[in-house]
Nanobody
Framework: EVQLQASGRGSAQAGGSLRLSCAAS????????IGWFRQAPGKEREGVSCISMIDGSITYAESVKGRFTISSDNAKNTVYLQMNSLKPEDTADYFC???????????????????????WGQGTLVTVSS
């Protein structure tokens, strides 16, 4: 059974940094793409960043480009999201998702779209104060 566990819940002041982790189990890491998403109160779910071990691609949303960095430790089946230069608008519930080869290819490699992913973890709350 595929399971995803997000961690790194915390608070920071504007300009600060936090790191989130997504630990996966029940899957072969090289066969999956992993994405980070966030949802703020009253807003739609937003794709933040994704990394594909299937084709080696990395993608960032324009809103976080240059501030956030996604990386993977394949031996640990873990993906990280390093968040620097945080802004109050980064406040949201963050969660990770996984897509297998069939899901990824069927979606035409739409790494930042939620419909690509068939497996979802629970969210972890990030709060950034002014």
């Amino acid at each position: 059974e595929v399971q995803l566990q997000a961690s790194g819940r915390g608070s920071a002041q504007a300009g600060g940094s936090l790191r989130l982790s997504c630990a996966a189990s029940g899957l072969r890491f090289y066969d999956y793409a992993i994405g980070w998403f966030r949802q703020a109160p009253g807003k739609e779910r937003e794709g933040v960043s994704c990394i594909s071990m299937i084709d080696g691609s990395i993608t960032y949303a324009e809103s976080v480009k240059g501030r956030f960095t996604i990386s993977s430790d394949n031996a640990k089946n873990t993906v990280y999201l390093q968040m620097n230069s945080l802004k109050p608008e980064d406040t949201a519930d963050y969660f990770c998702a996984a897509a297998d080869k069939a899901q990824y290819r069927y979606s035409d490699y739409s790494c930042l779209r939620s419909f690509t992913y068939g497996y979802w973890g629970q969210g972890t709350l990030v709060t950034v104060s002014s």
